[in-house]
């Protein structure tokens, strides 16, 4: 047994069916269908003080989601999408919020989900057959099944600058914002990082800041996002045909609810390859911008660089300081997470916004007044930390997890992590990790749907056949790998350092992380786990006790 294991002599100890940790889209969804559908005794986990997930954290000015909002939401509840009143295109942060603190009532989850508590161990004891877990709180539960929903995007990525402590002004990080108002009004604000988090708290810092320094490393290609309101029609459609339109959702590579493009970039010509970016350049959406305009974007160096090559056109016309308009540039291949925001670029022609290069003038340290750089000092008022994620992995590896014989997790992922469609990983039976390390790469709400309703089958296959445990083959996630790999190096992101790979995570190992073959394929794969009645899982058979 490991170090950290209960103590088996103690009683103070919670026995449930299963433990779910998180309560955002995933881990609401999964503690409503394992208690209102399994009927099984469940206590929910989060470390915040509320339900949302990323949407509970992410606060910070023009936090919002950049996926249709139509797509991005349950779509087993028509009464809900039916009653629930969206208003704009891209969501904002506080209504995803709203959304699902709605959700959280309108099936009475809270009463069992225990707040602002984490869960910091989970040991599987092969003896009972049972995982044991410990909060920070000291609190002990014991459960057959945990499914954790912790977050693809969710601990923070804070470097460490020398003397960061000395700072005497604000600073906050875009996932950890603060409940209260924040102001930035006549202030001398600096923000970090250019990711997604960057681009939309950067645009709507400038209105009122009293000066914005942006410092960026990598410049990204940020289209516009066409924000508005929801168009009633697109709702009035999707009411027409509920389930052709969530059938299209998922009938796709990337779940996101738009037409995705069935033409490759190199079979048009150029004016018309022109004329389908400046469409949806127009029409608006990262997502869109990649997979709408031809269907090679992401896979084939000429199209990418047709792509590429539009937005550095764009911002040339765009941002009136030529200077300024060559550092917001970018040269390298478009294989990270697209970004989209309105007015991203157009907010480097305002004059109390200025724009540093961090790769040549390197950021040295945090002094008291402000940031130092190689160069020169920026007296600050608020340093903004927009710098991301220990993505995909990170939240997972903060919970000290002990499978069979006491193998640690930390252990057993410390060169790449490897799971089982994405869900679940040899050796740590009766563990679901929903958008754990290789699940699918596309909008999440709809795969978290399909990875609990997945897991929630295996549980139910558990209980209905007397057994005691299910988890992966070695032999079958070696091969889950294998095909992860195989289809990432058929794009071209694994050339691009992002999050996607883990290359922002100094000393985190930089690899394939996602199934890139696309939503329809990935629930090909889960059926066909179900019809070969779970052959390349390991069933534990209920042992007799006398
Ligand atoms: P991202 O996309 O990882 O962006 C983080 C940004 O912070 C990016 O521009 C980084 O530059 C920059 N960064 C990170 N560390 C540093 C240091 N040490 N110095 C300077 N700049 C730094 O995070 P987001 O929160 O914007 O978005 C993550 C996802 O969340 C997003 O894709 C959505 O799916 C939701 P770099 O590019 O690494 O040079």
């Given at each position: 047994m490991p170090a950290h294991a209960i103590d088996s002599d103690t009683t103070d100890v919670l026995d449930v069916d299963a433990v779910v940790i998180g309560t955002g889209f995933a881990g609401l969804y999964a503690l409503h269908k394992l208690r209102n559908e399994l009927h099984l005794s469940v206590r929910a986990f989060d470390d915040a003080d509320g339900v949302g997930g990323t949407w509970f954290w992410?606060?910070?000015?023009?936090?919002?989601?950049?996926?249709?909002v139509t797509a991005y939401?349950?779509?087993?509840d028509r009464e809900l999408f039916d009653t629930w009143k969206w208003t704009e295109r891209y969501p904002r942060q506080a209504e995803i919020l709203s959304y699902l603190n709605h959700f959280a009532d309108r099936y009475g989850l809270r009463e069992n989900i225990t707040f602002g508590t984490t869960i910091e161990y989970a040991g599987f004891n092969e003896g009972t057959n049972r995982w044991e877990l410990r909060t920070d709180k000291g609190q002990r539960v014991t459960a057959r099944f945990v499914v954790e929903g912790?977050?693809?995007?969710?601990s923070t990525n804070v470097p460490s600058f020398a003397g960061q402590e000395t700072f005497q002004g604000e600073v906050f990080h875009t996932a950890r914002w603060p409940h209260d108002e924040v102001s930035f009004e006549g202030k001398r604000v600096g923000v970090i990082g250019t990711g997604s988090s960057g681009v939309q708290c950067i645009v709507e810092i400038a209105r009122a800041a009293g000066h914005l320094t942006v410092f960026q490393r990598t410049p990204q290609y940020t289209v516009p996002a066409q924000h508005g309101p929801l168009d009633p029609a697109i709702l009035d459609k999707i009411h027409a045909d509920y389930d052709g339109y969530w059938n299209s959702v998922l009938d796709s590579v990337t779940a996101f609810g738009f037409e995705e493009s069935d033409v490759a970039a190199q079979s048009v010509s150029a004016e018309e390859r022109e004329a389908v970016f400046e469409k949806v350049w127009n029409a608006g959406g990262g997502f869109q911008f990649m997979f709408a305009t031809f269907n090679d974007i992401g896979t084939e160096l000429e199209a990418n660089n047709a792509a590429t090559d539009f937005v550095r056109r764009k911002i040339k016309e765009i941002v009136r300081d030529p200077a300024t308009a060559e550092k917001l540039t970018p040269y390298e291949l478009y294989a990270k997470r697209p970004i989209c925001c309105d007015g991203y670029y157009e907010t480097f022609n305002n004059s109390n916004v200025s724009l540093i290069d961090v790769k040549r003038h390197p950021l040295i340290e945090m002094t008291p007044k402000g940031i130092r750089t190689a160069e020169e000092e920026y007296e600050l008022d608020v340093i903004v930390f927009a710098t991301g994620f220990d993505a995909v992995t990170g939240n997972y590896l903060k919970i000290d997890h002990h499978g069979r014989g006491g193998l640690s997790l930390r252990e057993k992922w410390v060169h790449r992590p490897i799971t089982h469609l994405g869900l679940m990983t040899a050796d740590f039976p009766n563990t679901f990790m929903i958008y754990g390390p290789n699940g699918p790469f596309t909008n999440q709400p709809p795969a978290h749907e399909v990875q609990v309703n997945w897991a929630i089958d295996a549980i139910k296959y558990v209980l209905d056949n007397d057994l005691e445990t299910i988890e992966p083959t070695h032999a079958a996630e070696i091969r889950w790998l294998a095909t992860c790999d195989e289809a990432a190096y058929?794009?071209?992101?694994?050339k691009v350092n992002s999050w996607i790979n883990g290359a922002n995570i100094p000393g985190k190992p930089v690899t394939v992380m996602f199934y890139m073959s696309g939503m329809r394929s990935y629930m090909e794969e889960l059926q066909q786990a179900v019809d070969q009645k779970y052959e390349d899982f390991r069933l534990g058979a209920r042992s007799v006790r006398v």
């Open positions: 992410n606060r910070y000015p023009g936090a919002r989601s950049d996926t249709e939401c349950y779509s087993f912790v977050g693809l995007l969710s058929k794009t071209l992101f694994p």
